[in-house]
């Protein structure tokens, strides 16, 4: 009677754990592809993912969730992967009666965790707040400013900031007017504690289509070396480059890859391979479906389809991508309803 008594427990407790956490039928049974949370959740939408590894066994993901985006109850939420499960979400931050956006996690090289988030009604109107953790994002310090009386929306803006050779942080920035999208880069040489940004990357807005380029993504091909994509309203994923860590871009100019005006990210692996995942579509806000992985193995000049994620009709977009031991993970918003996580290995075919 004992063994069955915990037959039996075990399988109420993972039909719970199916039933909080969908997975989906991988296309090969070598990748994780499931669902962070199912139909019961504490929000009507969610969307702008992000991730960290905190330890060999364990994610954290963060997104915003609440009535709509830009809705006055939008905060920013949380859920860990601890052994291949999810915990339940929960409410990370809210510090007012304004929305909440665009959270970015980042682990530091001393292991600690920072969370940024933007808060205003619109993105003209961003402040942007930070916390960090310890021990994994069990605990968080209290949410503050990042700069403190900026009237411009700081640090990082969808992808996470990555710690140059030197040591700097750079965090991918970009500024959102009503008429005018540009990007910039906020550097740190002391850990976080100051930032001081760049000017605008230098962008042609007289010869662009549409308002300009938001959301870059940041990787350091070798010392001071640092190169960047963006998203943008032109139709193609367009790049800047940098050769003094940072400080000064290049022009910005519109690359072979499409680009529906949605977000995009990209991961450097330890053998310099680059992994793009983005909506390989055309077109100021075209279709968010399919969401694909594109790899390039020099430093961005050609880039490979390599599997699809999501295929069918709907809405999979804002991607983030760190790398791992044996690839990449990968989390995304699936149809504004559920935050969707992948886990595989990126092997050259």
């Given at each position: 009677?004992?063994?069955?008594?915990?037959?039996?427990?075990?399988?109420?407790?993972?039909?719970?754990?199916?039933?909080?956490?969908?997975?989906?039928?991988?296309?090969?049974?070598?990748?994780?592809?499931?669902?962070?949370?199912?139909?019961?959740?504490?929000?009507?939408?969610?969307?702008?993912?992000?991730?960290?590894?905190?330890?060999?066994?364990?994610?954290?993901?963060?997104?915003?969730?609440?009535?709509?985006?830009?809705?006055?109850?939008?905060?920013?939420?949380?859920?860990?992967?601890?052994?291949?499960?999810?915990?339940?979400?929960?409410?990370?931050?809210?510090?007012?009666?304004?929305?909440?956006?665009?959270?970015?996690?980042?682990?530091?090289?001393?292991?600690?965790?920072?969370?940024?988030?933007?808060?205003?009604?619109?993105?003209?109107?961003?402040?942007?707040?930070?916390?960090?953790?310890?021990?994994?994002?069990?605990?968080?310090?209290?949410?503050?400013?990042?700069?403190?009386?900026?009237?411009?929306?700081?640090?990082?803006?969808?992808?996470?900031?990555?710690?140059?050779?030197?040591?700097?942080?750079?965090?991918?920035?970009?500024?959102?007017?009503?008429?005018?999208?540009?990007?910039?880069?906020?550097?740190?040489?002391?850990?976080?504690?100051?930032?001081?940004?760049?000017?605008?990357?230098?962008?042609?807005?007289?010869?662009?289509?549409?308002?300009?380029?938001?959301?870059?993504?940041?990787?350091?091909?070798?010392?001071?070396?640092?190169?960047?994509?963006?998203?943008?309203?032109?139709?193609?994923?367009?790049?800047?480059?940098?050769?003094?860590?940072?400080?000064?871009?290049?022009?910005?100019?519109?690359?072979d890859l499409p680009n529906n005006n949605s977000g995009l990210d990209?991961?450097?692996?330890?053998?310099?391979?680059?992994?793009?995942?983005?909506?390989?579509?055309?077109?100021?806000?075209?279709?968010?479906?399919?969401?694909?992985?594109?790899?390039?193995?020099?430093?961005?000049?050609?880039?490979?389809?390599?599997?699809?994620?999501?295929?069918?009709?709907?809405?999979?977009?804002?991607?983030?991508?760190?790398?791992?031991?044996?690839?990449?993970?990968?989390?995304?918003?699936?149809?504004?309803?559920?935050?969707?996580?992948?886990?595989?290995?990126?092997?050259?075919?």
């Amino acid at each position: 009677m004992t063994l069955l008594l915990i037959v039996v427990a075990a399988i109420i407790a993972a039909t719970a754990i199916y039933i909080n956490q969908t997975t989906l039928a991988p296309r090969d049974t070598k990748y994780v592809h499931e669902h962070i949370f199912g139909d019961a959740r504490p929000f009507q939408q969610c969307h702008a993912s992000s991730l960290v590894q905190v330890s060999d066994d364990t994610f954290l993901a963060v997104w915003f969730g609440g009535t709509r985006e830009g809705h006055q109850d939008v905060a920013i939420w949380g859920a860990e992967r601890h052994r291949g499960n999810w915990s339940a979400p929960h409410e990370l931050s809210k510090v007012s009666d304004s929305p909440h956006w665009n959270p970015v996690l980042f682990k530091a090289p001393s292991g600690r965790v920072h969370l940024f988030f933007k808060v205003g009604d619109s993105p003209r109107e961003w402040q942007t707040w930070t916390m960090s953790s310890s021990d994994g994002g069990d605990t968080w310090t209290e949410p503050r400013e990042l700069v403190v009386g900026e009237p411009l929306s700081r640090g990082p803006v969808k992808n996470k900031p990555i710690v140059l050779s030197d040591g700097t942080w750079l965090a991918p920035a970009s500024i959102e007017r009503k008429d005018r999208w540009d990007v910039f880069v906020d550097r740190s040489e002391d850990r976080g504690l100051t930032w001081e940004s760049t000017d605008l990357i230098p962008l042609d807005h007289s010869d662009f289509e549409g308002k300009g380029v938001i959301q870059p993504t940041l990787w350091e091909s070798k010392p001071g070396h640092v190169h960047m994509l963006m998203r943008s309203t032109c139709g193609y994923v367009c790049r800047s480059d940098s050769t003094d860590y940072g400080r000064t871009w290049s022009p910005i100019n519109k690359t072979d890859l499409p680009n529906n005006n949605s977000g995009l990210d990209v991961a450097k692996l330890e053998d310099g391979t680059l992994v793009l995942v983005y909506n390989p579509v055309s077109g100021d806000w075209a279709a968010r479906t399919p969401l694909s992985i594109a790899v390039s193995f020099d430093n961005g000049g050609t880039w490979t389809h390599y599997l699809d994620i999501e295929t069918g009709p709907g809405e999979y977009s804002y991607p983030s991508v760190i790398p791992t031991s044996e690839g990449v993970a990968i989390t995304y918003t699936w149809e504004r309803e559920r935050i969707a996580f992948w886990i595989g290995p990126i092997e050259r075919k």
